[in-house]
């Protein structure tokens, strides 16, 4: 028994073997954060982690999904643009950092990689398949993701983080990475008016539920 378990540790296939290697790559990143700084630990990590993720995700048959969900990522532009023209976000100028640095970066690395390699327990192929481990593993991200935004002390600030975790882990499993960089930057963006990004997320929940009422109903 104690054999298989340590098998399925170093199984590539297993949620374990996948958690296991997870871990390690977060450690590695939460390492060179506090000593070399964010930039620098994102420029060494993400080359490994992408490489990982798109691995595992060709070998599990799950890339395309995990990247774009087709026309869920083309409404999310479109919801993100009449959002911007409606408001002027107060951080426009910073734009290209919020995109590039916040948005995109994080979100390869905390979505695309980490739950990437989740992919075979996060990917249900019907609605019905969803149980309380995909429920589980995506709060386990968002504490990851809370983990290394140390500098908010607050605790309000904190449940706030966990909270745009979970959705942010959500809408990547649900509509693919390219809508969960856009709500990430449009939320940053506007930060700290909070309003357009609640738009922007209930707007895409509405998307999610009409469209599983539609295909329940085919």
């Known amino acids: 028994m104690k054999l298989k378990n340590f098998h399925n540790l170093l ?15 977060y450690a590695a990143f939460i390492y060179l954060l506090n000593s070399t700084g964010p930039d620098q630990a994102f420029s060494l990590v993400l080359p490994v ?22 026309y869920f990522s083309v409404l ?10 409606i408001v002027h976000p107060p951080k426009s100028a910073e734009w290209y950092t919020i995109f590039l640095l916040q948005g995109f970066r994080e979100e390869l690395f905390f979505r695309f990689f980490m739950l990437g390699l989740l992919g075979k327990w996060l990917f249900p192929k019907r609605e019905s398949e969803w149980s309380i481990r995909p429920i589980l593993l995506l709060m386990l991200n968002s504490a990851f993701f809370v983990m290394v935004h140390a500098q908010y002390t607050e605790l309000t600030s904190l449940i706030l983080i966990f ?4 959705g942010l882990s959500y809408f990547f499993v649900k509509m693919g990475l390219i809508t969960s960089i856009i709500l990430h930057a449009t939320w940053n963006i506007y930060l700290p008016i ?4 609640i738009i922007f997320l209930v707007g895409l929940f509405t998307i999610d539920f009409l469209h599983e009422r539609y295909s329940s109903r085919r």
């Open 194 to 197: 909070f309003w357009p990004a």
């Open 49 to 70: 982690s992408t490489g990982l993720a798109v691995f595992y995700l060709l070998r599990d048959n799950n890339l395309k999904k995990s990247i774009s969900h087709g």
């Open 163 to 166: 909270v745009l975790g979970i």
């Open 76 to 85: 999310s532009i479109v919801i993100a643009v009449i959002i911007f023209l």
């Open 11 to 25: 199984c590539m296939d297993s949620l374990d073997g996948r958690m296991v290697q997870t871990i390690v790559v």
